[in-house]
């Protein structure tokens, strides 16, 4: 974790790069979640859905997310989290996680950061995009 007091607009989180995305990440994902859609894990329903493959659960990358920013400061300092689903992430994908600090405030006698948050695949699409708000004291 960075020392807190030194961040200010414009710092970057460390960049999270997770493994590739495997079809036993999606099922463990599924029994972790209790999200057993078949689009998730079964290749014959995806394609019978006019997709050529299984795609990874939103909520998997949001959970990758949120390992960005508990990288970053201890989960009591994460006030919000939010993100908004831009588009699906496919098996074999390799999803970067990245935050950057576009505000630091003060509320409720705290010092608070506001970041933007994504996540990208490999070539350049981006899967989710987020906000957070975190106290640095």
Same mark, same amino acid.
Request: net charge negative; aromatic share 4%.
């Given at each position: ?12 989180? $460390?960049p999270? &790069?997770?493994? #590739?995305? *495997?079809?036993?990440?999606? /099922? ?45 400061? $201890?989960?009591? &300092?994460?006030? #919000?989290? *939010?993100?908004?689903?831009? /588009?699906?992430?496919?098996?074999h ?45």
């Amino acid at each position: 974790m960075n020392n807190l007091h030194d961040i200010a607009v414009g710092t970057e989180l $460390p960049p999270l &790069r997770v493994p #590739s995305i *495997s079809r036993t990440t999606l /099922a463990l994902y599924a029994g972790a979640s209790g999200d057993h859609n078949p689009m998730h894990i079964d290749l014959d329903a995806a394609r019978a859905a006019g997709m050529d493959d299984v795609f990874a659960h939103g909520m998997l990358s949001m959970a990758y997310l949120g390992r960005l920013l508990t990288g970053w400061v $201890p989960q009591e &300092r994460i006030r #919000s989290y *939010s993100v908004r689903f831009a /588009a699906i992430t496919p098996v074999h994908g390799q999803p970067t996680c990245t935050g950057r600090v576009t505000a630091i405030e003060e509320a409720d006698g705290e010092r608070r950061a506001r970041l933007d948050l994504r996540v990208a695949l490999e070539d350049g699409t981006v899967t989710l995009t987020g906000q957070a708000l975190v106290a640095l004291t």
